[in-house]
Structure formats: C-alpha cells, structure tokens
C-alpha cells in the first residue's frame, strides 16, 4: 500500500505542479543521494597535475542520465557534468542506463517485480512510454545522451574502434574532446525479449550489464531472490552481443554467472563498478578468484568510488582496493569505475579526479601503472571488442 501510495501521490504531483517545483524537488533529492564528501575546490601539486594532464583518464560508470540536470551546465551539487569532466580531464565516460530499482532496495535480496523507479520517472516528466517499460526507459536515456552530443562540441558518441580513432586524433591535436559510450545496467531492460538486445545496439548501446539489482531472464543478480547461473535464454543474448562487438559486464551479477561466463566465453570480459572482498567485505564486491576470473578472460575490474564497494567515504580505501587488485591481477586488469550520480557519497566529484592520481603516486605505484589504471586499459578493452 505504501508503494501504491507513493506512486500515486508522484503521479498527482507530476500533474498538478508546475515545471519549476517539480524540478526544484527533484534537484533536492538528487543532491541528497548524490553526495561529495570531499568537495572542490581541490588543490593539487604541480607534478600530480602534469602527470594527470598527461593521461587518457577513462570512467566505466556513471548514472548520471537518470537525473534530468543539464550536463552542458556546471551544477553545484551531484558528481558529473561536462565542465567537471572537462576539467578532471576525462577523455571517456562510460554513461550508463538504470531503468529499473526495486522497491525496499538492499544488497541481499530483492524481488524482481517492484518498481521503486516509477516516481522519479513520472516527477521528471519522462515520456509516457518509460512510465511501464524498462526498454522504453533505454532509449529515452540514448536519446538524452544523443541531444547532449548534438549541443556539446567536445563530445563523441563512440560506438566503434573508428570513434575511439577519431577521438584519439582530435585530443592528440590539443582538443578538449571526451568520448561517451553507452551501457545498460540490467538485461531486465530486454523485457524477454532477444530482438531488444537489436533495439539496444541500433540506439548506440556497446555495454550490456546482465544484472542490476534483481534476478533477470538472463542471469543472476547477487543482490536477486535466486542468485543463479545464466538461463539457456542468457546463453542466447550473451553470444548474440559478443557477435555484435557488445562488452559484458558482470557488475551486480551473482557468483554463479560469473564463473559461467567465464567459462563459457573466450571473449575479454567486464566489472564495471566494484570492489574487492579483501578490502571491503561484502558480497557485492569480487573475491580473488572472481578477480583472476575476470582477469584470466583479458578482462578489466573497475573500482568504484562508493562505500559499498569500497566501506569508506575517502579516495584512501578505493585506492587500498585498487593495489589489492593489481598486486593480485595486475595493473593491466585495474581500472575506474565510479558510479558517479549513482545515488551514493563518493569523496570527489569528476572535477577532482587528479586527486586519486596523486593517491596512486603516493602509494608507489609508478606512472606506466597509473596511466594503466586511469584509462589506457579502457582504451585498448575496448579497442579490441567494439565493432569496426
Ligand atoms: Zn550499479
């Protein structure tokens, strides 16, 4: 009845209020579940900043399409925009679609039926396509994306080895220019459907996530009911995308469909957004042999920046996490994986990424390993997987 009711009273206000109040409420809870615990202005060394400004920094995740903030604007509050990216010099963002959070949500169990979504969907006055359908929510957020590259003159779509191309040349040649690759979080998106997974492609998605927070036709997720392997649907869609030059992304996916994929495929395979059960012990996060799994496959784990991957609110804990991984797969396997605007307190925002470059150096890593971390590894993953 509470959910009823809190749908309801969503669907009353997203009728009766006027744009200005809808937004101004929607901007309030986005600020309180988008938390910086280490705000900017953030100052650095001059041998951090030339190092930083050296590198190709690449991020495998961000929900920031969820929200309806305009990210050609700086904003005060939330994590990302594109004069934060701009000035952490962020050469390739990962944006990633959430289209559907259970109601209750925890890491342990959720149903898979429950659509605690919903009410932001209606308050931000999303079209009424995505009010039901998990698909349609996909597309929407492409299509935000795709007028964001339209208004933005730095920004690039990549969906093929020719964008990363293009937008290796144009920062080679001094230009700001920042690639964005699509990503979905959770195949319940595909609503069953296997000519979704087509739909998906075709509106620029290159990242299909097979797990978010509940079990899906496809797979398990850790934080699901069941928790189990790939179904012989899975099976299907798994090979299909690997054909079309999708990455997979074992993010949120539960044990079992992590050794199942790593058996069954010979493709490089991704965790987007984690952490490392010896840092941080919960089981959203990997143990060291899901880390090797993923590692033995030529795949990358990237390390979030949340305090459920990393059970703290400071860069010293994701970086504790990030030697964990390289001393136990290697800097070739580590990489960044945010979750900025995901709903979560992370201690910078994108404008203070030089920040985790400085932690890196402090903690003796040595610059070919940061530039490893940081996004080189993102660029050749990704290089070797997209299409043509
Ligand atoms: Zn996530």
């Not at 060394?45 to 590198?55: C, F, G």
């Not at 069941?226 to 990455?247: E, H, N, S, W």
């Not at 495929?265 to 990997?286: E, F, K």
Request: aromatic residues 4%; charged residues 20%; negative net charge.
């Amino acid at each position: 009845m509470k959910k009823k009711r809190a749908i309801f009273l969503a669907l009353i206000a997203a009728l009766l209020l006027g744009d200005t109040v809808l937004e101004f409420v929607v901007d309030q809870v986005a600020q309180r579940l988008n938390r910086v615990s280490h705000p900017g202005p953030y100052e650095i060394d001059e041998k951090v900043a030339t190092l930083h400004r050296s590198l190709f920094i690449a991020d495998l995740h961000t929900d920031v399409l969820l929200w309806n903030r305009d990210l050609l604007e700086r904003s005060p509050h939330g994590h990302l925009d594109l004069p934060r990216l701009r000035e952490g010099n962020v050469a390739l963002q990962v944006f990633s679609a959430v289209t559907q959070i259970p109601w209750g949500i925890n890491v342990h169990s959720n149903p898979a039926d429950s659509d605690l979504l919903l009410p932001l969907v209606l308050l931000q006055r999303w079209p009424l396509a995505t009010w039901t359908s998990p698909m349609q929510r996909a597309l929407y957020q492409a299509r935000k994306l795709e007028e964001l590259v339209q208004r933005a003159d730095d920004l690039i779509l990549v969906r093929s080895r020719s964008d990363l191309t293009t937008l290796l040349e144009r920062r080679q040649h001094g230009a700001t220019a920042i690639g964005a690759v699509l990503s979905l979080e959770g195949t319940h998106a595909l609503e069953g459907k296997a000519e979704n997974l087509e739909h998906l492609f075709a509106a620029g998605y290159r990242i299909l996530g097979l797990a978010h927070f509940a079990d899906t036709e496809v797979a398990g997720s850790v934080h699901g009911e069941q928790k189990g392997g790939l179904t012989p649907f899975g099976r299907r869609i798994v090979r299909r995308a690997q054909d079309l030059g999708m990455v997979i992304d074992l993010a949120h996916t539960a044990p079992q469909t992590i050794e199942e994929i790593a058996a069954l495929t010979t493709a490089p395979l991704l965790v987007s957004h984690t952490g490392v059960q010896a840092t941080c012990d919960s089981p959203r996060n990997l143990s060291d042999a899901h880390l090797r799994a993923i590692a033995g496959s030529g795949g990358l784990v990237g390390i979030a920046l949340f305090p459920a991957a990393i059970c703290a609110e400071d860069l010293d804990h994701a970086v504790e996490a990030m030697l964990h991984a390289v001393r136990t797969i290697g800097a070739a396997h580590v990489a960044l994986g945010t979750d900025f605007d995901g709903a979560v307190t992370t201690p910078i925002d994108a404008a203070g990424l030089a920040q985790l470059t400085g932690k890196l150096l402090a903690a003796g890593l040595s610059k070919k390993e940061i530039e490893s971390i940081m996004g080189a590894n993102v660029l050749h993953f990704l290089d070797a997987i997209l299409p043509k």
